[in-house]
């Protein structure tokens, strides 16, 4: 039955029987008291409801939000939070349309509240998308003063700006986090430098055009391999790192870019290291020596460059990879490490199982820097304990044999040699004396100790007046000089120039005459580059006799011998041996597709290896572009650089060393 009251009844049931009730059409006076009640509660929130609510009116000017977070801002920094946009910078449709979820048929758009708050949501989902944006790929462009700024003072300025705001650093509204150099009133040069003289200035830029070529033909045709196949316009696979695509030529030549202004190509770089540079999947057994000197180098250079500790922070990643190699009875590390599995063994050709002195003594200046900035020791202590295992040993007549093995800690074969498998032994020993802001003596005697006897019994002179440093095998002279030992001219003429001595005329000397003997090697082929290996003999001199001598890869050597030459003594002749070598360059090694390598360089017409070696970019272009630069950029004075031509930091001289007592963590 249907009810007419006001309320519906409620009917009561008795195993199915119907019960009847009374109905009741009205409600108690407590009830009704009740009901009008909660209406006047409920009216009064909603009218004092309008009372907390922003202010509308003036949305386009001096919103009320943006009000309140002015006054929230003076809390205290602890409270701070981006301050909302105004709203006419949403009125245009098209960024609502690419967020795709504001439509006219989601609010009533008549409603001025409804269109206020549809403009705080779009605001803040924008706010939010860049936010995820910046915490997914973070990228910095590096701070490269104006060629147009003559003086330093907006060096200065930068470098003082980046010690009060430590940590982070935007650029183009790109966030990176670095650690900020020490305070100096004067921070080095590190990517101008124009020298005064015009046609210097001219050479240079033909260096700078000529890497540009290198390396935008690099990213075109083998961006993330690990070198450039010139001809075949491809990557290369045979390098030292084999098929894995470990960008060395990235990393190698990084640091050239920096120095030589290009930051767009050093922007590209950057972002391969940071999203693709990973050596836990990389199969086979690489070269402890060349992953250090490349990679671990480079990367430490551009951290000194820019503070950006992504570079530190791949630096030891990279060396933590090779730490695996130092586990041997003596501390003498392996020359080949698996990254992937960690295990480490030498060569099978190297003089019964032994390390090669020029590998294992070629890791000093990155290890030890990377303690420096990092504050964890191991790195230290690791070549702290090749020295010690080394200056305990017995030399024969003072020298160092190549080969040394890590587990009975005796020397291999009594083969020394100032070129491969000896060469940069004894160039870490001089400038982990000027790393350490001549601090560590014992390099430098040992330096000294070591060269005085190379000097008596490997220095030879050729009957046309040549001087080179011949090969010795048990105690017999091998008159034969690699194009590696042709950085000895400038390692001489900078350990002279620092310390004098009564040796230091004799050691100038001798520079000069082997830097001139180099010289000759390119001068005396048809190509005015060099050969692998030239010999002395009664028929030839300064020349390659073998066919497997007479290529040219590319090689630094030389050329770091003229800057170091020019810079030490100004003599012009080692800058017009620089151009001379930029033109056979360019005539004979260029390609439409970069530059390689030459297999024969006494012929006219030579066959090209097709092979764009990564320290082509790291090292010869480097050392060619600062020999036509000033000598502030990149100064002697305050930087000393690796065998790879990667620039560190000197201790105690220069701002940029970072140590980790700075660094903003």
């Not at 039955?1 to 009205?26: E, K």
């Not at 050239?256 to 202004?261: K, V």
């Not at 060349?290 to 990279?318: H, P, Q, W």
């Not at 200046?365 to 020791?377: I, K, R």
Request: charged content about 25%.
């Amino acid at each position: 039955m249907a009810s007419t009251g006001i309320l519906p009844t409620h009917q009561r049931y008795l195993n199915g029987a119907h019960l009847p009730s009374s109905v009741r059409r009205s409600f108690r006076p407590r009830e009704k008291y009740l009901i009008i009640l909660v209406f006047f509660t409920f009216g009064v929130v909603c009218f004092g409801a309008f009372f907390f609510l922003p202010d509308f009116k003036f949305v386009n000017s001096s919103s009320s939000v943006y009000t309140v977070y002015k006054q929230i801002q003076k809390a205290g920094p602890e409270l701070l939070f981006p301050a909302p946009p105004h709203m006419d910078e949403f009125s245009d449709n098209s960024r609502s349309n690419k967020l795709g979820i504001f439509r006219h048929d989601f609010l009533d758009q008549d409603d001025p509240h409804e269109l206020e708050d549809r403009a705080k949501l779009k605001a803040k989902i924008a706010e939010d998308m860049e936010m995820d944006r910046k915490s997914q790929k973070v990228l910095e462009r590096p701070e490269y003063n104006k060629p147009s700024t003559s003086s330093s003072t907006k060096m200065v300025e930068t470098q003082q700006k980046q010690q009060e705001t430590a940590g982070n650093v935007e650029v183009d509204n790109e966030l990176i986090v670095t650690v900020p150099p020490s305070f100096s009133d004067h921070y080095p040069n590190i990517n101008r430098g124009e020298d005064s003289d015009p046609i210097a200035r001219e050479r240079r830029n033909k260096v700078l055009e000529m890497t540009k070529h290198a390396w935008n033909n690099y990213v075109r045709y083998a961006w993330g391999k690990n070198e450039l196949k010139p001809i075949s316009k491809r990557g290369h696979t045979g390098s030292v790192f084999g098929s894995a695509s470990a960008g060395v030529t990235i990393v190698d030549g990084l640091d050239t870019l920096y120095i030589m202004g290009l930051h767009e190509e050093f922007k590209e770089g950057r972002a391969w290291i940071q999203e693709n540079l990973n050596f836990d999947d990389m199969v086979g057994d690489y070269s402890v020596f060349e992953t250090n000197i490349r990679y671990v180098g480079g990367l430490l250079t551009c951290y000194s460059f820019t503070g950006d500790t992504m570079f530190r922070d791949k630096a030891e990643y990279i060396a933590k990879k090779l730490l695996p190699a130092f586990q041997t009875p003596t501390g003498i590390p392996y020359g080949l490490i698996n990254f992937k599995t960690g295990t480490s063994k030498n060569y099978a050709w190297a003089s019964g199982g032994a390390s090669i002195l020029s590998e294992f003594g070629t890791l000093h200046l990155e290890f030890s820097y990377l303690s420096d900035v990092t504050g964890n020791p191991i790195y230290r202590e690791k070549v702290e304990a090749i020295r010690n295992v080394v200056q305990g040993m017995e030399k024969p007549k003072g020298l160092y044999p190549n080969y040394l093995n890590p587990k009975t800690g005796k020397w291999g074969q009594h083969h020394m040699s100032m070129g491969a498998m000896g060469d940069s032994f004894y160039e870490y020993l001089l400038k982990a004396w000027i790393q350490s802001g001549k601090q560590d003596t014992e390099a430098r005697e040992m330096y000294d100790a070591a060269i005085e006897a190379a000097i008596q019994h490997m220095l030879q002179t050729s009957r046309g007046g040549l001087m080179y440093f011949s090969d010795l095998k048990f105690d017999r002279a091998e008159h034969k000089m690699d194009h590696l030992a042709c950085f000895s001219g400038g390692l001489l003429a900078l350990g002279a120039k620092l310390e004098q001595s009564p040796m230091s005329p004799r050691h100038m000397e001798i520079a000069a005459g082997i830097t001139n003997t180099c010289h000759e090697s390119y001068a005396r082929t048809n190509t005015k580059l060099g050969p692998e290996n030239f010999r002395f003999t009664d028929a030839v001199e300064a020349k390659a006799i073998r066919t497997t001598e007479k290529h040219y890869l590319l090689r630094p050597e030389v050329i770091e011998s003229y800057f170091y030459m020019w810079r030490l003594t100004k003599d012009p002749k080692y800058r017009e041996w620089g151009w001379e070598a930029v033109q056979a360059l360019e005539k004979y090694c260029r390609t439409p597709g970069g530059y390689s390598g030459l297999k024969n360089v006494y012929q006219d017409d030579p066959l090209k290896d097709d092979v764009q070696q990564s320290y082509f970019l790291a090292e010869t272009l480097k050392y060619l572009y600062l020999l036509f630069s000033d000598d502030s950029l990149i100064s002697l004075d305050e930087w000393v650089y690796n065998t790879e031509a990667h620039p560190l930091p000197i201790k105690g001289i220069n701002p940029y060393y970072r140590e980790h007592s700075n660094a903003a963590y």
